[in-house]
């Protein structure tokens, strides 16, 4: 928080160029419609660093599960290069090019449904309500756990097994309403999925262009649920020039 403190002071003596204004530059400017006010130092923090942990910290799980699984599954690995060496990385010029990923966003979309980087959300009651049969008083409050949804055998055929191509046609099935909610459901589903999905494959298109990965030491990686699905070591990888 104070480094997120820091930015915000730095920002307020001296805005971006135009050229490079993110969205600090527009939290400060932003004004009330109906009073003309500005946000006040805490609010900005807030907002920031919300966006800093919502936006940035999921995606980096998200990598790392991808990563890992791949370095697991060589055929996989090789079978996304190809497809990453028939589009390279640096032709993507919007979303539409991500397109050219079809088995690329298949991982990305298996790695979210077995570590998804927010394994749980809560919601808390505001007014006296039923859920399942049981009766909820304010105050209470309602876990869902995206983690047992995507392993439970009634929804998954070998729920625990990596296989990308149980999401082939599909490229957004977390708005299909079933047990598949990485990016959570309803109204407060998460505002950043395509830009994370987007960024995610270009991400690991570019590392997979370059380099063939593969886990250093054969001590598996077991995840923990903390804040985001964490891995309970950070492994390391060896890469070698693809
Ligand atoms: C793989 C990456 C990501 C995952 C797995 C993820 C997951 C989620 C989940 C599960 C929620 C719902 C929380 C709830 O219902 O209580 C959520 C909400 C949210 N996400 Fe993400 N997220 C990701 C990337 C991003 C990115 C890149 C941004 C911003 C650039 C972002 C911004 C937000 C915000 C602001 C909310 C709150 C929305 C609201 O309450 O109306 N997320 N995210």
């Not at 957004?172 to 999925?193: E, H, K, L, N, Q």
């Amino acid at each position: 928080m104070a480094a997120v403190d820091r930015l915000v002071a730095q920002r307020r003596r001296e805005a971006a160029p135009a050229a490079s204004r993110d969205m600090l530059d527009l939290l400060l400017a932003a004004r009330d419609a109906e009073t003309g006010e500005a946000l006040g130092d805490g609010e900005v923090r807030d907002q920031a660093a919300t966006m800093l942990f919502a936006g940035f910290e999921t995606t980096a799980r998200l990598l790392f599960w991808a990563t890992w699984l791949l370095a697991l599954d060589r055929l996989e690995q090789d079978r996304l290069r190809a497809e990453v060496a028939a589009f390279p990385p640096d032709r993507v010029s919007g979303l539409d090019d991500l397109q050219n990923w079809p088995r690329l966003r298949m991982v990305l979309l298996e790695a979210l449904r077995l570590y998804p980087p927010g394994g749980m959300i809560l919601r808390e009651a505001v007014e006296p309500d039923e859920i399942l049969g049981h009766a909820m008083s304010p105050g209470m409050h309602a876990w869902t756990s995206m983690w047992v949804l995507h392993r439970h055998r009634r929804f998954w055929e070998e729920p625990e097994a990596f296989r990308p191509g149980r999401f082939a046609g599909q490229f957004a099935p977390w708005t299909a309403g079933g047990a598949y909610m990485p990016f959570g459901a309803g109204p407060r589903i998460c505002i950043g999925a395509t830009f994370a999905m987007a960024e995610a494959s270009i991400v690991l298109a570019s590392l997979l262009a370059r380099y063939e990965v593969a886990p250093a030491d054969k001590r598996p990686v077991l995840p923990v649920g903390k804040m985001t699905t964490m891995p309970d070591h950070e492994p390391l990888f060896t890469l070698a020039p693809a």
